[in-house]
């Protein structure tokens, strides 16, 4: 089995930059997703890392270490838009391509 | 972007009534998923397909059932609703590792089903 977690609930303010934590163990792993989602809306799709290190997307990165089973999302110059759930997801080692979400991080961008 | 409907958008329906909610995609892509979403639980997967008439059990598959006819649609049922299944429903779909290494799922709009 596999099991996600996540900090519930994050606040920044609007120019900075946030990290958010995910940690993970799995029974088999095929790599690491993360998603957006704006309240009331489908989760939209950010990043994907399967090999450790960094990717970087405009002002989102995300990074993981496999030995650590850890991974996180860095979103940098945050704007009010940035508001929103970040949920963390592992893909598991089959050919089912099944993604498992932890809870997800709540970000609150203030001004 | 992919196609892919959810119906209904939302729902109230009673305890104990059957109810079945309907995902359909237009992109042709083999595998489907059926996910809750509750608060303090994330997504949670319910039962997938990785093909016509070729679907397994998810984490939380009590009480709901699935089937898979034609590629285009996948059909969630709820065989006897009850209170503990009041939840936001979302479909998925996939196409292949490759796509999905680079375009994730994408996801319907949800179905907000309401069981009273």
């Known amino acids: 089995g596999q099991n996600i977690d996540q900090p519930t609930e994050m606040t920044a303010t609007e120019g900075a930059i946030v990290q958010i934590n995910c940690t993970y163990q799995?029974?088999?792993?095929?790599?690491l997703f993360w998603y957006q989602q704006h309240a009331g809306e489908a989760p939209t799709f950010l990043s994907y890392n399967v090999l450790d290190g960094l990717e970087e997307k405009g002002r989102f990165s995300s990074f993981l270490s496999r030995s650590k089973g850890y991974s996180y999302l860095l979103l940098k110059e945050l704007q009010m838009k940035d508001s929103a759930s970040y949920l963390c997801?592992?893909?598991?080692?089959?050919?089912?391509?099944?993604?498992?979400f932890g809870s997800g991080t709540r970000l609150l961008v203030r001004p | 972007d992919a196609g892919i409907t959810q119906s209904p958008r939302h729902k109230v329906t009673e305890t104990g009534t059957p109810v079945t909610l309907r995902c359909h995609q237009t992109e042709n892509h083999r595998y489907m998923y059926w996910y809750r979403q509750d608060p303090g639980h994330g997504l949670r997967l319910i039962h997938y397909s990785y093909g016509v008439k070729d679907t397994d059990k998810g984490e939380v598959s009590d009480g709901y059932s699935v089937s898979r006819s034609k590629t285009e649609d996948f059909l969630l049922t709820l065989e006897s609703a009850t209170s503990s299944q009041t939840s936001v429903y979302f479909c998925a779909i996939s196409e292949s590792s490759d796509r999905l290494t680079l375009y994730g799922y994408t996801f319907g709009s949800g179905t907000r089903l309401t069981v009273v």
């Open positions: 799995t029974s088999g792993f095929n790599g």
């Open positions: 997801a592992a893909a598991e080692l089959d050919s089912s391509y099944k993604l498992i």
